[in-house]
């Protein structure tokens, strides 16, 4: 089992930045690939970000290329995105999402989840 925990969500004016964070516990040595995804109310679960967790190339939601980065800190088991020139639609709640097998922009092939923070952006 892994479990994942996300936090840095917050408030924050369009054009700002926020980073967050995914910290993974448990079976981290199985992991293949962490994604991030987000929903906004009354919308389907919206891929974000996704990268392997021994490296390599990442891969990006069209809406958010240019503006998002995924990074990781294998020693820290942590996975984070950093948010930049935010604008009112990326408000949503985010999710991290790991799996041990498969690196996908499709959220059902990711087996565990976190629990989401919330990504609140005012124009």
């Known amino acids: 089992q892994v479990q994942l925990v996300e936090s840095g969500g917050g408030l924050v004016r369009a054009g700002g930045s926020l980073r967050l964070s995914c910290a993974a516990s448990?079976?981290?040595?199985?992991?293949?690939?962490m994604g991030w995804f987000r929903q906004a109310p009354g919308k389907e679960r919206e891929f974000v970000a996704a990268t392997r967790w021994s490296g390599g190339r990442e891969y990006y939601g069209d809406s958010v290329k240019g503006r998002f980065t995924i990074s990781r800190d294998n020693a820290k088991t942590t996975v984070y995105l950093q948010m930049n020139s935010l604008k009112p639609e990326d408000t949503a709640v985010y999710y991290c999402?790991?799996?041990?097998?498969?690196?996908?922009?499709?959220?059902?092939?990711?087996?565990?989840w976190g629990q989401g923070t919330q990504v609140t952006v005012s124009s």
């Open positions: 448990g079976r981290t040595s199985s992991m293949y690939a």
């Open positions: 999402a790991a799996d041990r097998t498969t690196m996908s922009t499709i959220s059902y092939r990711y087996e565990y």
